[in-house]
């Protein structure tokens, strides 16, 4: 079972839409005992950080998010739910994120269009679990005026006025800064590899 | 690379039945809008637009049916528009599954309603569409575009190129542009108005109105300088599939998506 984490907003229903498409047993909850039993978790997210963190905090989705990975339960951060595991971000300044991730979220460059609403190629910077069987310069979805800035954690990137983290993995952390659930096949793809990293037998060979 | 122009196919949708001849030759069925969104998704459309046109009240909840079987069927970003009128409307939109509502007469009567979508669920699913007219010689507006409601029957008086620009800044994350003028005639968009908005506004812009070649779909890029093409009757009656519209594209210097990616 996969847990998406309800805290009220964003478009949860593609997440779990997606997560039973590629044969995963997604549940929306904000129920601690749930989430402690799940094989992986996801935090979507849309929308402006501020309101994105407080909608969290007031769900109490930050205790549960902390005890995920603690627990070193496979973890799936989509968009500003992948901002939202950083230290803090550009868009609202002084609101802290989850701090699961260490870096701040910067604006996109100057020179394009915010937010970047289109179709963009992945590069690979290393090896990860995510990508297996998608190749360089894969298409994937991006609705973003924020992204990571760059750092040891990034595991691929885009080129959108410069080069723009779109996803980084630490340990079972991982987060796409794309919408994995709106990018076609290759999406179902990489959210199925997502799920595979959920298997409870795979826990031994952690 | 960096800008990525779209392809976005339009569906109207009267009762929940895809209206404006379909015409592909292996539809089951012609009038479901989520099998002919699962066909413009194969031959790779990077969005989708759902324009509820119903009429009758009693009707109006067949709109929220459709995008969510279209969320369970399609993993491409879908908006849907046509009737939106409150946050509320907007919620139970994006609850079954949307991405994206847009918003078109109700903003021109409550702008404040464009900023209560933007802050409830982000700018990024807040499209402002504005529906446009060349001014005739009677009290023309500045930028000589007016906008107008009502699916172009009721002028406003208010200017499109200044309407877009205050729709950004009240909190609208797109600009769905059309020229009313060119609605229907396949003449191709009006440039000088897509072109006008789009220099104006720092978020993107889909141009609408007038496709009648793929040609016409590079020169909403190209000229036109917008961020996306919507068409609708060039892809419904099956004359082109939306692969061969991003291959005139591509040919004439757009860059695109390819329809054939990896995993299909």
Same mark, same amino acid.
């Given at each position: 079972?996969?847990?998406?984490?309800?805290?009220?907003?964003?478009?949860?229903?593609?997440?779990?839409?997606?997560?039973?498409?590629?044969?995963?047993?997604?549940?929306?909850?904000?129920?601690?005992?749930?989430?402690?039993?799940?094989?992986?978790?996801?935090?979507?997210?849309?929308?402006?950080?501020?309101?994105?963190?407080?909608?969290?905090?007031?769900?109490?989705?930050?205790?549960?998010?902390?005890?995920?990975?603690?627990?070193?339960?496979?973890?799936?951060?989509?968009?500003?739910?992948?901002?939202?595991?950083?230290?803090?971000?550009?868009?609202?300044?002084?609101?802290?994120?989850?701090?699961?991730?260490?870096?701040?979220?910067?604006?996109?460059?100057?020179?394009?269009?915010?937010?970047?609403?289109?179709?963009?190629?992945?590069?690979?910077?290393?090896?990860?679990?995510?990508?297996?069987?998608?190749?360089?310069?894969?298409?994937?979805?991006?609705?973003?005026?924020?992204?990571?800035?760059?750092?040891?954690?990034?595991?691929?990137?885009?080129?959108?006025?410069?080069?723009?983290?779109?996803?980084?993995?630490?340990?079972?952390?991982?987060?796409?800064?794309?919408?994995?659930?709106?990018?076609?096949?290759?999406?179902?793809?990489?959210?199925?590899?997502?799920?595979?990293?959920?298997?409870?037998?795979?826990?031994?060979?952690? | 690379?960096?800008?990525?122009?779209?392809?976005?196919?339009?569906?109207?949708?009267?009762?929940?039945?895809?209206?404006?001849?379909?015409?592909?030759?292996?539809?089951?069925?012609?009038?479901?809008?989520?099998?002919?969104?699962?066909?413009?998704?194969?031959?790779?459309?990077?969005?989708?637009?759902?324009?509820?046109?119903?009429?009758?009240?009693?009707?109006?909840?067949?709109?929220?049916?459709?995008?969510?079987?279209?969320? =369970?069927?399609? /993993?491409?970003? !879908? %908006?849907? @528009? &046509?009737?939106? +009128? *409150?946050?509320? $409307? #907007?919620?139970?939109?994006?609850?079954?599954?949307?991405?994206?509502?847009?918003?078109?007469?109700?903003?021109?009567?409550?702008?404040?309603?464009?900023?209560?979508?933007?802050?409830?669920?982000?700018?990024?699913?807040?499209?402002?569409?504005?529906?446009?007219?060349?001014?005739?010689?009677?009290?023309?507006? =500045?930028?000589? /575009?007016?906008? !107008? %409601?009502? @699916? &172009?029957?009721? +002028? *406003?008086?208010? $200017? #499109?190129?200044?309407?877009?620009?205050?729709?950004?800044?009240?909190?609208?994350?797109?600009?769905?542009?059309?020229?009313?003028?060119?609605?229907?005639?396949?003449?191709?968009?009006?440039?000088?108005?897509?072109?006008?908005?789009?220099?104006?506004?720092?978020?993107?812009?889909?141009?609408?109105?007038?496709?009648?070649?793929?040609?016409?779909?590079?020169?909403?890029?190209?000229?036109? +300088?917008?961020?996306?093409?919507?068409?609708?009757?060039?892809?419904?009656?099956?004359?082109?599939?939306?692969?061969?519209?991003?291959?005139?594209?591509?040919?004439?210097?757009?860059?695109?998506?390819?329809?054939?990616?990896?995993?299909?």
């Amino acid at each position: 079972m996969i847990a998406i984490l309800d805290y009220g907003i964003g478009n949860l229903r593609s997440a779990e839409k997606t997560l039973e498409r590629v044969g995963a047993a997604p549940v929306l909850t904000r129920d601690a005992d749930v989430v402690a039993a799940a094989d992986g978790v996801v935090l979507p997210g849309v929308g402006n950080f501020g309101r994105v963190m407080q909608a969290i905090r007031d769900a109490g989705v930050d205790a549960l998010a902390h005890a995920a990975v603690e627990a070193d339960t496979p973890f799936l951060g989509i968009c500003v739910g992948m901002q939202a595991l950083y230290d803090s971000s550009d868009e609202v300044p002084g609101v802290p994120g989850l701090g699961i991730l260490s870096g701040h979220i910067q604006r996109l460059p100057d020179g394009v269009k915010r937010p970047q609403m289109q179709w963009n190629q992945l590069s690979f910077r290393r090896d990860c679990a995510l990508f297996d069987d998608v190749h360089e310069g894969a298409w994937v979805y991006f609705v973003h005026g924020y992204a990571p800035e760059m750092s040891d954690d990034v595991v691929a990137t885009c080129s959108y006025g410069a080069e723009v983290v779109a996803a980084a993995q630490h340990g079972n952390v991982f987060a796409t800064q794309f919408h994995p659930e709106k990018s076609g096949p290759t999406g179902l793809r990489i959210v199925g590899n997502f799920v595979e990293q959920c298997r409870p037998d795979r826990g031994e060979a952690r | 690379m960096s800008a990525v122009a779209r392809v976005i196919p339009c569906l109207d949708v009267d009762a929940g039945r895809v209206v404006k001849g379909v015409n592909f030759v292996d539809l089951i069925d012609a009038g479901d809008p989520v099998e002919l969104a699962r066909r413009y998704d194969e031959q790779g459309a990077d969005e989708l637009v759902f324009l509820d046109i119903t009429a009758s009240s009693d009707a109006r909840d067949t709109i929220v049916d459709v995008a969510r079987r279209a969320a =369970e069927e399609v /993993f491409i970003p !879908f %908006t849907i @528009g &046509g009737g939106i +009128r *409150t946050v509320d $409307d #907007a919620r139970r939109l994006l609850r079954v599954g949307a991405d994206k509502t847009s918003i078109n007469t109700a903003a021109i009567r409550r702008p404040e309603l464009v900023t209560e979508i933007s802050r409830e669920f982000g700018a990024q699913c807040c499209v402002v569409a504005i529906d446009a007219r060349r001014c005739g010689d009677d009290k023309p507006t =500045e930028s000589g /575009f007016e906008v !107008f %409601t009502h @699916g &172009g029957r009721t +002028r *406003t008086g208010i $200017d #499109a190129v200044t309407w877009a620009v205050e729709a950004e800044r009240l909190g609208a994350g797109e600009i769905l542009l059309t020229s009313m003028d060119r609605d229907g005639t396949r003449d191709g968009f009006d440039i000088e108005l897509t072109s006008a908005v789009s220099s104006a506004v720092g978020v993107p812009v889909i141009a609408s109105g007038g496709v009648g070649t793929l040609d016409h779909l590079a020169e909403g890029v190209t000229e036109g +300088r917008a961020d996306a093409v919507l068409a609708a009757s060039i892809f419904h009656f099956g004359e082109h599939t939306v692969a061969e519209a991003k291959a005139v594209m591509a040919a004439a210097g757009v860059s695109v998506r390819p329809p054939d990616t990896l995993t299909r």
